[in-house]
C-alpha cells in the first residue's frame, strides 16, 4: 500500500466537514445495540453499518453470507459455498485464514461464533427472521472480548411489535429448491414469532448436494419497565463435499470430485445438527439504571464420512495398488457452550453512561476419528474444556455538549483442560491464561448523523480448541501439540460519519499490531504463537445516495495490508489478504411495487493459503461478481427473480499450496470453484 494513497484517504476523511457544514441535514436517531446496551449509533467512537430488512429482501437473499457480501462488501471466502454459502467465513480485518476466529458472530448480542476453527453456523437462522445486521468494521474487545480483535457481526431477530406473516417459495438452477415462513403477531403484550425453512440443492459440482432445515421461535412479554423473552432454535443440514480441484485457479476440472492416488471424495458427507435456546431480560430499576441480561446455551453434533483416506498400510510406505484401495474415514464430533451475561447501564447525567458487565462462558468439545488400515483399525480420542470469566466496563463521558470521551476495560480469564489419546499415546494438560482488552476514544458530533472520531485500543483472541492438536501427515493422524497464550492486538483507528447532499458517507482508517499470532506452523505441523510481529493498515470507504426519488447507489470500498514486520518472512504480505475490495450497488425503482437493482464486488488478487510457508509466491487471480435483481409486488404477492454471476465468471474465493516435499500428500496448487451463472425466482405470499 502506498504512502500517497493513505495520506490521500485520510485528506478525504478530514476534508468531509467543511462539505457537509454547507448542507441542509435531515437525519434521525438509529439505535444499535453494539455496546452491549441499545445506545444511539452516534455515540459510539466506530464504523458501524447497519443492514435493514428492507435491503436484505431487495436483492432476495438466501443466506447471510450473501447479505455480507453484497450489502456489506465484505470478503466471503469458503471452500464449499453453494447456493447456500454454508462453511462460510467472513475477513473484516484482513486475517487472511485465521478470519473465523477473529471477526465475531452474534445473534441478538450472543455468541454463535463456533470454539473450534469450523465455520460460523450461518444456517440457524432464518433471513426471514432478521429485523437488522449490525457490522462493527473495528475492534470491539472491552464489549465482546475474545474474538473481537477484527470485527463483530451481531444479527438482530426481529423486535418489532407489527405483525409480521409471510410464506415463500424458491426454485433455480441446480435443482435448488426452498420453502420458507414467517409468522409474527402480538397478542396484549406479548409477541409470538416462529420462522422456518426447507431448502435443497443438487450443486453444481460433483459431490456438492445440500439439505438444511431451520426453525426459530421466540416469545417476548412486554411488562411497565420491562420485557423478557424466550428463544430457541433448531437446524439439521446435510452436505456433500466434493474436495478441491487439484490446479491453480482457471485451470483443472472445476465439476469433478477430488480424486487421485491417496484419497477419494466421491460419497463424502459431512452431517451436523444445531440447536440451542437463549433467555433475556430488560429491566428498568429507575429512569438512570437499566439492567439487561442473557443466558444462552448451544450444542453442535456433527459427524463427517469420507469413502477413503489413504491406500495401503501407512507404516509399510504407502504400498500402491491398481486399481487404487481406499480406506474410510470418519470423525464424529460434538461440542455445546453456554453463555451468561448480566450488564448494567447507568445515565449518570452530566457525567455521562456508564456499562458494567460480567461475562461467563463454558464450553466443551470432543473428537473420535476412525481410519481403517488393512493392518487393522487405529481409533483416536480427544477433548478439551474452556472456562471463561470476564469483567468489564465502558464509559462515556460528555467533555461538552458535542464531544464524548469513551474509554473501557476488559479482564478475561480461561481455564483450560485438554486430554488426548492417538491410539500410540495418552496426553492431557490444563493451564489459566489471562488477557486484557482495554480502550479510549474522542467523538465529535456534528449532528444526530455525523461524527468524527479517534481511538486506541487493545483487543485479543483465544486459542480454539483445535488448535491444541497438530496434525501428523505421515501417519494420518493427529496428535497433541501443546497449549498456546492469547492473541494481542492492537489498533489505532480515525473515523467519521458525514452526510453531503442525499449522500452519506463513511470512513476510517485503522492500524493494526499483532503480538502472539496464532497460526500453524508447517514445519512442525501444529499451531504455534508466532514470534513475529504482523502489521494491519487499510482504509474502509462507504457511500450511500439517493440520487433521484427512485434512483439510490451504494459503494463498500476497503484498501488493505496485512504484512510481517519482522523475522524470516519481513515485508512478505499474509495470504488470502487482498489488497483491494469493492462493492456498488444500485436500485432503481419503477414505482412503488416494482424495482431493478444491480450488485458488484471485486476482489484483488491474494496469495494463495500457506504460500508464505512454502515459497509459493504466485496469486489467486482478482475476480469481479455481478448479480442482478428484479422484484414486482402485486397485491399480497411478492415476485423475486435473481440472476447470479451475471458474467459466468470462473473464480475461486479460496485456494491453497500444498508442499512438494510432503509425498504422502498431492503437491502444488488447489483451490474450490464458485458456481457460474445461475437463476432463481422467489414468490411470497403476506397475509
Given at each position: 500500500?502506498?504512502?500517497?494513497?493513505?495520506a490521500?484517504?485520510?485528506?478525504?476523511l478530514?476534508?468531509?466537514?467543511?462539505?457537509?457544514?454547507?448542507?441542509?441535514?435531515?437525519?434521525?436517531?438509529?439505535?444499535?445495540?453494539?455496546?452491549?446496551?441499545?445506545?444511539?449509533?452516534?455515540?459510539?467512537?466506530?464504523?458501524?453499518?447497519?443492514?435493514?430488512?428492507?435491503?436484505?429482501?431487495?436483492?432476495?437473499?438466501?443466506?447471510?453470507?450473501q447479505?455480507?457480501?453484497?450489502?456489506?462488501?465484505?470478503?466471503v471466502?469458503?471452500?464449499?459455498?453453494g447456493?447456500?454459502n454454508?462453511?462460510?467465513?467472513v475477513?473484516?480485518?484482513?486475517?487472511?485464514?485465521?478470519?473465523?476466529?477473529?471477526?465475531?458472530?452474534?445473534?441478538?448480542?450472543?455468541?454463535?461464533?463456533?470454539?473450534?476453527?469450523?465455520?460460523?453456523?450461518?444456517e440457524?437462522?432464518?433471513?426471514?427472521?432478521?429485523?437488522?445486521?449490525?457490522?462493527?468494521k473495528?475492534?470491539?474487545?472491552?464489549?465482546?472480548?475474545?474474538?473481537?480483535?477484527?470485527?463483530?457481526?451481531?444479527?438482530?431477530?426481529?423486535?418489532?411489535?407489527?405483525s409480521?406473516?409471510q410464506?415463500?417459495?424458491?426454485?433455480?438452477?441446480?435443482?435448488?429448491?426452498?420453502?420458507?415462513?414467517?409468522?409474527?403477531?402480538?397478542?396484549?403484550?406479548?409477541?409470538?414469532?416462529?420462522?422456518?425453512?426447507a431448502?435443497?440443492?443438487?450443486?453444481?459440482?460433483?459431490?456438492?448436494a445440500?439439505?438444511?432445515?431451520?426453525?426459530?421461535?421466540?416469545?417476548?412479554?412486554?411488562?411497565?419497565?420491562?420485557?423478557?423473552?424466550?428463544?430457541?432454535?433448531?437446524?439439521?443440514?446435510?452436505?456433500?463435499?466434493?474436495?478441491?480441484?487439484?490446479?491453480?485457479i482457471g485451470?483443472?476440472?472445476?465439476r469433478?470430485?477430488?480424486?487421485?492416488?491417496?484419497?477419494?471424495?466421491?460419497?463424502a458427507?459431512?452431517?451436523?445438527?444445531?440447536?440451542?435456546?437463549?433467555?433475556?431480560?430488560?429491566?428498568?430499576?429507575?429512569?438512570?439504571?437499566?439492567?439487561e441480561?442473557?443466558?444462552?446455551?448451544?450444542?453442535?453434533?456433527?459427524?463427517?464420512f469420507?469413502?477413503?483416506?489413504?491406500?495401503?498400510?501407512?507404516?509399510?510406505?504407502?504400498?500402491?495398488?491398481?486399481?487404487?484401495?481406499?480406506?474410510p474415514?470418519?470423525?464424529?464430533?460434538?461440542?455445546?457452550?453456554?453463555?451468561?451475561?448480566?450488564?448494567?447501564?447507568?445515565?449518570?447525567?452530566?457525567?455521562?453512561?456508564?456499562?458494567?458487565?460480567?461475562?461467563?462462558?463454558?464450553?466443551?468439545?470432543?473428537?473420535?476419528?476412525?481410519?481403517?488400515?488393512?493392518?487393522?483399525?487405529?481409533?483416536s480420542?480427544s477433548?478439551a474444556?474452556?472456562?471463561?470469566?470476564?469483567?468489564?466496563?465502558?464509559?462515556?463521558?460528555?467533555?461538552?455538549?458535542?464531544?464524548?470521551?469513551?474509554?473501557?476495560?476488559?479482564?478475561?480469564?480461561?481455564?483450560?483442560?485438554?486430554?488426548?489419546?492417538?491410539?500410540?499415546?495418552?496426553?492431557?494438560?490444563?493451564?489459566?491464561?489471562?488477557?486484557?482488552?482495554?480502550?479510549?476514544?474522542?467523538?465529535?458530533?456534528?449532528?444526530?448523523?455525523?461524527?468524527?472520531?479517534?481511538?486506541?485500543?487493545?483487543?485479543?483472541?483465544?486459542?480454539?480448541?483445535?488448535?491444541?492438536?497438530?496434525?501428523?501427515?505421515?501417519?494420518?493422524?493427529?496428535?497433541?501439540?501443546?497449549?498456546?497464550?492469547?492473541?494481542?492486538?492492537?489498533?489505532?483507528?480515525?473515523?467519521?460519519?458525514?452526510?453531503?447532499?442525499?449522500?452519506?458517507?463513511?470512513?476510517?482508517?485503522?492500524?493494526?499490531?499483532?503480538?502472539?499470532?496464532?497460526?500453524?506452523?508447517?514445519?512442525?505441523?501444529?499451531?504455534?504463537?508466532?514470534?513475529?510481529?504482523?502489521?494491519?493498515?487499510?482504509?474502509?470507504?462507504?457511500?450511500?445516495?439517493?440520487?433521484?426519488?427512485?434512483?439510490?447507489?451504494?459503494?463498500?470500498?476497503?484498501?488493505?495490508?496485512?504484512?510481517?514486520?519482522?523475522?524470516?518472512?519481513?515485508g512478505?504480505?499474509?495470504?488470502?489478504?487482498p489488497?483491494?475490495?469493492?462493492?456498488?450497488?444500485?436500485?432503481?425503482?419503477?414505482?412503488?411495487?416494482?424495482?431493478?437493482?444491480?450488485?458488484?464486488?471485486?476482489?484483488?488478487?491474494?496469495?494463495?493459503?500457506?504460500?508464505?510457508?512454502?515459497?509459493?509466491?504466485?496469486?489467486?487471480?482478482?475476480?469481479?461478481?455481478?448479480?442482478?435483481?428484479?422484484?414486482?409486488?402485486?397485491?399480497?404477492?411478492?415476485?423475486r427473480?435473481?440472476?447470479?454471476?451475471?458474467?459466468?465468471?470462473?473464480?475461486?474465493?479460496?485456494?491453497?499450496?500444498?508442499d512438494?516435499?510432503?509425498?504422502?500428500?498431492?503437491?502444488?496448487?488447489?483451490?474450490y470453484?464458485?458456481?457460474?451463472?445461475?437463476?432463481?425466482?422467489?414468490?411470497?405470499?403476506?397475509?
Open positions: 500500500m502506498k504512502k500517497t494513497t493513505i490521500g484517504l485520510i485528506g478525504l478530514f476534508s468531509t466537514p467543511m462539505l457537509a457544514a454547507e448542507t441542509s441535514i435531515f437525519a434521525k436517531d438509529v439505535m444499535v445495540t453494539t455496546n452491549r446496551v441499545h445506545e444511539k449509533i452516534q455515540n459510539i467512537p466506530a464504523n458501524i453499518q447497519v443492514i435493514s430488512r428492507e435491503d436484505i429482501q431487495e436483492i432476495n437473499a438466501t443466506s447471510i453470507p447479505i455480507l457480501s453484497q450489502l456489506g462488501g465484505l470478503n471466502t469458503g471452500t464449499a459455498l447456493q447456500f454454508q462453511g462460510a467465513t475477513d473484516i480485518g484482513g486475517y487472511g485464514a485465521t478470519a473465523g476466529s477473529t471477526t465475531l458472530v452474534l445473534i441478538n448480542g450472543q455468541r454463535v461464533s463456533p470454539i473450534d476453527s469450523s465455520a460460523t453456523p450461518w440457524i437462522i432464518p433471513v426471514q427472521s432478521i429485523d437488522r445486521i449490525e457490522v462493527i473495528g475492534s470491539a474487545g472491552v464489549q465482546y472480548g475474545d474474538r473481537a480483535v477484527g470485527g463483530v457481526i451481531n444479527i438482530v431477530t426481529n423486535e418489532s411489535q407489527k409480521i406473516n410464506a415463500s417459495a424458491t426454485i433455480g438452477s441446480f435443482g435448488t429448491t426452498g420453502v420458507n415462513a414467517i409468522f409474527q403477531n402480538k397478542f396484549n403484550d406479548t409477541l409470538f414469532r416462529i420462522s422456518g425453512n431448502n435443497h440443492s443438487d450443486g453444481w459440482r460433483q459431490n456438492t445440500s439439505d438444511q432445515y431451520s426453525i426459530n421461535a421466540r416469545i417476548t412479554q412486554y411488562f411497565e419497565k420491562s420485557s423478557a423473552y424466550l428463544e430457541i432454535f433448531g437446524n439439521h443440514n446435510k452436505n456433500q463435499t466434493p474436495g478441491a480441484v487439484i490446479a491453480p485451470q483443472g476440472s472445476p469433478d470430485v477430488k480424486c487421485d492416488i491417496y484419497s477419494c471424495f466421491k460419497g458427507n459431512n452431517k451436523y445438527d444445531n440447536y440451542g435456546l437463549g433467555l433475556g431480560t430488560i429491566f428498568e430499576f429507575t429512569d438512570n439504571v437499566k439492567f441480561g442473557d443466558f444462552a446455551y448451544k450444542k453442535t453434533k456433527s459427524e463427517f469420507k469413502n477413503g483416506d489413504n491406500q495401503g498400510d501407512p507404516l509399510n510406505g504407502y504400498a500402491l495398488y491398481n486399481p487404487p484401495q481406499y480406506y474415514y470418519s470423525a464424529n464430533y460434538s461440542r455445546w457452550r453456554i453463555d451468561f451475561s448480566p450488564r448494567l447501564k447507568i445515565d449518570l447525567e452530566k457525567l455521562g453512561a456508564l456499562v458494567i458487565g460480567y461475562d461467563y462462558g463454558r464450553a466443551d468439545g470432543s473428537q473420535n476419528d476412525s481410519n481403517a488400515y488393512t493392518s487393522g483399525t487405529a481409533l480420542k477433548s474444556s474452556l472456562i471463561d470469566n470476564s469483567f468489564y466496563l465502558h464509559h462515556r463521558l460528555p467533555i461538552q455538549e458535542k464531544i464524548d470521551l469513551t474509554g473501557g476495560f476488559r479482564r478475561q480469564t480461561q481455564q483450560i483442560s485438554a486430554n488426548d489419546d492417538d491410539g500410540y499415546a495418552l496426553s492431557n494438560a490444563q493451564k489459566t491464561t489471562a488477557a486484557n482488552a482495554w480502550e479510549l476514544g474522542l467523538n465529535y458530533k456534528f449532528s444526530d448523523a455525523e461524527k468524527v472520531y479517534i481511538k486506541y485500543g487493545q483487543s485479543f483472541r483465544f486459542p480454539n480448541i483445535d488448535e491444541f492438536w497438530g496434525y501428523d501427515s505421515s501417519f494420518n493422524r493427529t496428535f497433541f501439540g501443546g497449549l498456546i497464550n492469547p492473541q494481542i492486538d492492537r489498533t489505532a483507528e480515525i473515523g467519521s460519519n458525514f452526510v453531503i447532499g442525499n449522500t452519506t458517507l463513511s470512513s476510517s482508517v485503522f492500524h493494526t499490531r499483532t503480538e502472539d499470532g496464532i497460526r500453524y506452523n508447517v514445519s512442525s505441523q501444529k499451531n504455534i504463537n508466532d514470534a513475529n510481529l504482523v502489521e494491519r493498515k487499510g482504509v474502509y470507504l462507504s457511500t450511500a445516495s439517493l440520487i433521484t426519488d427512485r434512483l439510490s447507489f451504494y459503494t463498500n470500498a476497503k484498501l488493505q495490508e496485512a504484512i510481517y514486520e519482522d523475522g524470516p518472512y519481513k512478505r504480505s499474509f495470504d488470502l489478504v489488497k483491494l475490495l469493492f462493492n456498488a450497488r444500485v436500485n432503481y425503482k419503477f414505482d412503488n411495487d416494482w424495482s431493478l437493482g444491480l450488485v458488484t464486488n471485486y476482489v484483488g488478487s491474494q496469495y494463495y493459503d500457506g504460500a508464505n510457508d512454502k515459497g509459493a509466491y504466485t496469486k489467486m487471480p482478482s475476480y469481479i461478481v455481478s448479480d442482478l435483481y428484479l422484484n414486482k409486488k402485486i397485491n399480497q404477492w411478492d415476485f427473480l435473481a440472476i447470479k454471476n451475471l458474467t459466468n465468471e470462473r473464480y475461486a474465493t479460496y485456494g491453497g499450496y500444498q512438494k516435499n510432503n509425498p504422502s500428500f498431492y503437491a502444488g496448487y488447489f483451490y470453484p464458485s458456481d457460474p451463472r445461475s437463476v432463481f425466482a422467489t414468490l411470497s405470499y403476506n397475509f
